[in-house]
């Protein structure tokens, strides 16, 4: 079994990241320009937030953080984001989910220039991603992609299953699996909770990816021998002998599934961090359109 580690594979590509950086500052370019609106107050939304501006900085990027009050209207929040469509300096950036409950997730998605649509959320981006023409990758499925391409694993013609069928992974995972490409051509199934018999699926998987948010759900009797398991889940379960009073769970009973596979992400370290890291790839590429 070996491990796909992200957290080691998005410190490379933060690195490289950071020459492409320096390189068009010495060609005289601009910064790239990542900005991120926050609606709310949420813990983990701020988390993330915070993450992603840490990160930008880590890689010479510039970055904008608009926190806006959790009883913002939607009318309000689509002026906001037209201010950054129209803000020539801002390369990519994107509306912190989920979206207080009296905004409409799609309404927002959709008022953002898909030109900087940098989380690949936009209808432009998600139609061109299944007709395999350029665009913004969703960053978690994108992330899953460079895990599987960086080592080297075939994927043709393999048995792909997908669990979970969000907009944000399962469903674009498995349009990205079945495109004619590397790494793709996969036979993809994506199931979801009205699923009948999951495991008849799962056990046919050469290349199993899960994304439903239910920890330890996946039990090594549900698994192929020698199966690639990507498991794209965090939960935070109490944990009254941690510090913070939890720990993070994956979908995938890592302990008993791990000796199974050919390869396998943890929780953490697998694709959580390449998640922060396709989305900076994905700015530099806005940025490198100017
Ligand atoms: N690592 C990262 O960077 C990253 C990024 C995004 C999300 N995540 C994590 O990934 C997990 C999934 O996120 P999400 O946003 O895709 O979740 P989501 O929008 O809640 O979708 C969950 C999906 O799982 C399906 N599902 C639920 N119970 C099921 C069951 N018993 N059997 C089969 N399918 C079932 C649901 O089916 P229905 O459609 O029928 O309801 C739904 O399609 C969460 O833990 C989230 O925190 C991680």
Redo the contacts with the bound molecule.
Sequence with gaps: MQLLDGKALSKTIQKEIKTAVEQRIQEGKKRPHLAAILVGTDGASQTYVGHKVKMCKAVGFQSTLLQLESDTSQADLIKHIQQFNENEDIDGFIVQLPLPKHIDVNTITEAIDYQKDVDGFHPQNIGRMAQNSPCFLP??PA?ILELLARNKIETSGKECVV????????RPMSLLLSRNNYPGNCTVTL?????QD?AVHTRRADILVV????PE?ITADMVKEGAVVVD????RVADASRKRGYRLAG?VKFDEVAPKCSYITP?PG???P???IMLLLNTLRASDKE
Excluded: E, P, Q, W
């Design positions: 960053a978690t992330g669990i979970g069928r969000s907009n944000i992974v399962g199931c979801h909770s009205r699923t999951l994304a439903l948010g239910k759900f794209v889940g965090i939960t979908d929780v697998g694709v959580g390449m998640t922060v």
